[in-house]
């Protein structure tokens, strides 16, 4: 069975502090898809990023940068000089891709609530 | 904004009622997916439809049910709701049945009283 553990419940950091949240999964498929996704204050959910099983190359947007790790099953997001607009619950996420029956379920770590203060 | 639009976006009812909670995908898109987010269950996946059929079902109580109409827009059926149905009610939509990405729908928000 999938599995994901986002073991920091919450975070607390000032302003233009770099911050990481964590991300461990467990699945015995070869081929999967690792997500995050941002739920700021109004409570939608934001898609921030996809990844494949294949594809282990660190990946940069801005302030955001995500580091995949397969040896040690983490995905990690790092926010540089965070700001007081970050502040969120962002969850990180875990699909199968079986191509044959099934579907593409996600499941949720239980997230991280980030607090950025000035 | 996502695409992905749900209705109404606040519903409060009683215990032992039955509501419908409605999703139109984003144009293009041909699955829909419904999760569940409460504060003892965290986000939980319930079901799945792909182009009017049934893909995927997870933890899906009995007394709710769901499917996805010609137009592709999606309704889920929750009845005889009880205190603990109380959550936030996630749409999401993607092009395929199992690897493209899902955006979410703003949720409804459901207050059983």
């Known amino acids: 069975a999938q599995k994901v553990t986002q073991a920091q419940t919450e975070i607390s950091v000032v302003e233009k502090e770099d911050v990481t949240l964590d991300c461990v999964y467990e699945?015995?498929?070869?081929?999967?898809?690792l997500f995050w996704y941002k739920q700021p204050p109004s409570g939608e959910l934001v898609f921030l990023i996809r990844?494949?099983?294949?594809?282990?190359q660190n990946e940069i947007s801005g302030r955001y940068s995500w580091n995949f790790q397969k040896s040690t099953s983490s995905f990690n997001f790092t926010i540089t000089a965070s700001q007081v607009v970050d502040s969120a619950v962002y969850f990180c996420a875990l699909s199968e891709a079986r191509l044959t029956g099934g579907g593409n379920k996600l499941t949720f770590g239980t997230g991280t609530q980030l607090k950025v203060e000035l | 904004d996502s695409g992905v639009t749900q209705t109404p976006k606040h519903l409060i009812t009683a215990t032992g009622q039955r509501v419908t909670l409605r999703c139109s995908p984003r144009?293009?898109?041909?699955?829909v997916y419904w999760y569940q987010q409460s504060l003892d269950q965290g986000l939980q996946f319930l079901i799945q439809?792909?182009?009017?059929?049934?893909?995927a079902k997870g933890n899906i109580l009995e007394r709710f049910s769901a499917q996805q109409f010609p137009d592709l827009h999606s309704e889920l059926n929750l009845s005889s709701l009880e205190l603990g149905d109380s959550a936030l009610y996630f749409c999401?939509?993607?092009?395929?049945?199992?690897?493209?990405?899902?955006?979410f729908g703003p949720g409804t928000r459901l207050t059983v009283l």
């Open positions: 144009s293009g898109d041909l699955s």
């Open positions: 990844r494949n099983s294949f594809d282990e």
């Open positions: 699945t015995r498929d070869t081929t999967y898809y």
């Open positions: 999401a939509s993607s092009v395929d049945a199992v690897r493209d990405t899902q955006y």
């Open positions: 439809y792909y182009n009017g059929e049934e893909r």
